[in-house]
RNA sequence: GCGUCGGUGGCGGAGUGGUCAAUCGCACUUGACUGUAAAUCAAGCGGCUUUAUGCCUACGAAGGUUCGAAUCCUUCCCGGCGCA
């Protein structure tokens, strides 16, 4: 019995896209869908009650966050993540293999895992291997067996192996987990990056025997190995094949996720490399990404689920999505802009109630300069409605087949200057 | 009226002879944010330009001392407090 199961409705002609249906113990995800970042068992500033109205179907937790705190032994004893946090739709939890990178790598800098222009390595000589580039300070360190965190909360050690990973993640009790692995840095060399990859392949098979090995939690939670290799195509598709390696028809991974970093400018290309390679019949998740153009290259190129942190985090930033592009709340010209966030929009904040319109930009500016809560609860609503809605819109794009118009359209509307 | 303390950039508040266009905080302006270390962070914030170890104007006002003053002296104006 296979806690997940995943169904094709339709396929983006001359492309890898697809529209799917994925089952799982907590109900169906139509896909492609956007999964919700709730990283401490929560979506910052929102009730699950108000996640779910804005059309969320998957709630993403953190690992290394719930295993700090509350502890996942706690939040077993809860019921699981869903009862704690009272969400019954389904829910995913990443490994803890991105804080190899954010409390690693990238501690202490302003390292995306999107390379951009002059970031990659190959523009910076000093680089040459994972040593030279690391900031003082950083709070995870790898080695084969795993990753030394030093928490970011009081400082105390803990050491995440790929058996630890996986022995957390049953007892948070996500239906989907996700493999230990190491996300790198978009700054790391060749070198590294294939020294790291060879690593993550090791802990995925690690991973995936700690998953069956605990025959109780493989009937109801699904792994998803993640495929990493950077932005280089020789590895991309070495590490693609290795997963896929590791799924005979019986058994493996249940899915996948593709992690670690990328060039912004051929990202799309990378994950069609991957999802060339990777089975068909499985679901496929891009880690992290959530930009309304890459939402439309990620699916286009075969990608079935998508979180991200960046709507919400923008939210409360004060940068607000709209059909006709990002804008800053904070901006002195919305003091007084009574128009609504973003005209058209279905959602709570914009939507008219009371004989009246919806909130407008200029209170939304007070709130944020106000600093007041609600601030980041509206922003929040929208911006979330906003790119679930959006990924709910191509799948029906690829459904009626007028996927290539949407996509042409709402960029040239989304991205004009 | 007498005494006393004080008047610094939008606000609060450092500075008490040179390294001061003036620490810092707030406010303000603009950016950034892609498996959340993030309701965070960064830059700017007197004027001008050839954007510079540049020029000008500035620390209540006016004079003065000094090579040099936000800093010392004198007078005046304004405010707090105390005494009448």
Redesign the pocket.
């Known amino acids: 019995m296979q806690p997940l199961s995943f169904q094709i409705q339709k396929k983006l002609p001359g492309a890898l896209g697809r529209a799917g249906v994925l089952s799982t113990p907590h109900g169906e995800i139509q896909t492609p869908a956007f999964v919700v970042?709730g990283?401490k068992g929560t979506v910052?500033a929102l009730a699950p009650e108000q996640v779910a109205s804005l059309g969320a179907q998957v709630v993403?937790a953190?690992t290394y966050?719930l295993y700090l705190q509350p502890g996942d032994t706690r939040v077993r004893d809860q019921g699981g993540l869903h009862r704690m946090m009272h969400w019954d739709k389904p829910t995913m939890t990443?490994?803890g293999?991105?804080?190899a990178?954010?409390?690693g790598a990238?501690?202490?800098?302003n390292v995306?895992?999107?390379a951009k222009g002059n970031d990659a390595a190959q523009n910076s000589e000093e680089v040459t291997g994972d040593e030279l580039e690391e900031p003082a300070g950083k709070l995870a360190k790898i080695d084969e067996d795993g990753v030394t965190f030093r928490s970011?909360i009081d400082g105390s050690e803990h050491k995440f192996t790929p058996e630890r990973s996986i022995e957390i993640q049953h007892n948070l009790g996500a239906e989907m987990i996700?493999a230990f692995?190491e996300?790198t840095s978009a700054q790391a060399s060749y070198e590294y990056q294939k020294e790291a990859l060879g690593r993550t392949h090791r802990w995925a098979e690690r991973s995936l025997a700690a998953h069956k090995a605990n025959g109780d939690a493989a009937q109801k939670q699904g792994l998803l190995g993640?495929v990493q290799g950077g932005r280089f195509k020789d590895l991309r598709e070495e590490s693609a094949r290795f997963l896929a390696g590791l799924c005979p028809p019986a058994g493996g991974f249940d899915g996948f996720?593709i992690?670690?970093s990328f060039d912004?400018e051929d990202m799309y290309t990378a994950v069609g490399w991957v999802n060339a390679i990777l089975p068909e019949d499985k679901p496929r998740h891009l880690?992290?990404?959530?930009?309304p153009a890459?939402l439309f290259g990620g699916v286009e190129n075969g990608c079935d689920l998508f979180?991200?942190?960046?709507p919400?985090?923008?939210a409360?930033?004060?940068?607000i999505h709209t059909a006709n592009g990002r804008i800053?709340i904070?901006?002195?010209?919305f003091l007084d802009d009574l128009g609504p966030i973003d005209d058209g929009c279905a959602c709570y904040t914009c939507s008219p109630r009371h004989g009246g319109a919806g909130y407008t930009r200029a209170y939304l500016a007070h709130l944020f300069?106000a600093?007041e809560?609600f601030a980041?609860t509206l922003a929040s609503i929208h911006n979330l409605h906003f790119i679930i809605k959006l990924v709910a819109d191509i799948r029906q794009s690829i459904l009626d087949g007028t996927f290539t118009d949407f996509k042409t359209s709402f960029l040239a509307r989304y991205y004009r200057k």
Do not use: W, Y
């Open positions: 970042v990283t910052k993403l953190n966050h990443d490994s293999g991105f804080q990178f954010s409390l990238a501690f202490g800098s995306s895992k999107i970011h996700f692995d996300c993640i996720g992690g670690g912004k880690l992290g990404i959530g930009e890459d979180d991200c942190v960046a919400t985090r923008m409360r930033n004060g940068t800053n904070f901006n002195a010209k300069r600093k809560m980041g």
